[in-house]
């Protein structure tokens, strides 16, 4: 007999919107980071 599939509960579903949420803004922070970089040759 097929095991019956268990949904995630609201808990879980808030918990990874929220790791994406914070994932998204620190990727755009450090792409931020990267093109504001200056490189001095001296």
């Known amino acids: ?3 019956t599939a268990s949904a995630p509960d609201l808990e ?3 918990q990874r919107l929220l790791e994406e949420k914070v ?3 620190a990727q755009r ?3 931020d980071l990267r093109r ?3 490189i ?3």
């Open 23 to 25: 994932n998204k803004r």
């Open 40 to 42: 001095e040759y001296s």
């Open 36 to 38: 504001d970089a200056v």
């Open 12 to 14: 879980q579903i808030e």
């Open 29 to 31: 922070y450090l792409r």
């Open 1 to 3: 007999m097929p095991q």
